[in-house]
């Protein structure tokens, strides 16, 4: 083994504290030169809570995610799945966030909601997308994958490339907010 392999200098973003508990085996840590980084392509979160709306939209803002993807109904199955976290017209604050609806494209498979977002105190306003896909039912699979595809390009050329990281949600946050994140 060459010196510089074994140096425990080229693996010092692996060993700092932060990074340990990401490795399985104290003895078997990658390279800083081989290791992957990340690029932060998506927020996966559950749907918010009624108490949480508010940080919801504070991270919407703060990571300046321009695109959010809710892959459910409000209510399913007789079931609610999480609260109205945006305002059905005009504009609506939850905590230090003011949102306002500008225009609402509904269409077969999914509704495109178009939201400006500005903070308490700050002058400037941003324009989000909201992307909402309606042909994927709880506990089960779209019907066909040719819808959910279209959707999927419908947001992808709809957001921009230096824009933050998109904001996907179901209910929980893990299981078609997944999909949507693998494919």
Not at 97 to 121: H, N, P
Request: net charge neutral; charged share 20%.
């Amino acid at each position: 083994m060459s010196p510089s392999i074994r140096d425990s200098s080229s693996r010092g973003k692996t060993n700092l504290e932060v990074n340990k508990p990401k490795n399985r085996y104290a003895n078997v840590i990658a390279y800083d030169h081989s290791r992957v980084v990340l690029q932060n392509a998506y927020i996966a979160t559950q749907g918010p809570l009624p108490e949480t709306c508010g940080d919801f939209w504070h991270v919407t803002w703060e990571q300046h995610s321009v695109t959010i993807v809710m892959m459910t109904h409000l209510e399913e199955r007789t079931c609610i799945k999480r609260d109205q976290y945006w305002p059905s017209r005009g504009s609506e604050t939850y905590g230090i966030m003011e949102v306002a609806l500008e225009d609402v494209q509904e269409l077969a498979t999914y509704c495109i909601q178009t939201f400006s977002l500005k903070r308490s105190g700050y002058l400037e306003r941003r324009e989000v997308r909201q992307f909402q896909f309606t042909a994927w039912p709880d506990h089960g699979v779209p019907d066909h994958p040719t819808p959910f595809l279209v959707f999927l390009r419908r947001v992808r050329s709809m957001t921009p490339p230096e824009a933050g990281p998109m904001t996907v949600h179901c209910s929980a946050g893990v299981g078609r907010t997944g999909c949507f994140v693998v494919i």
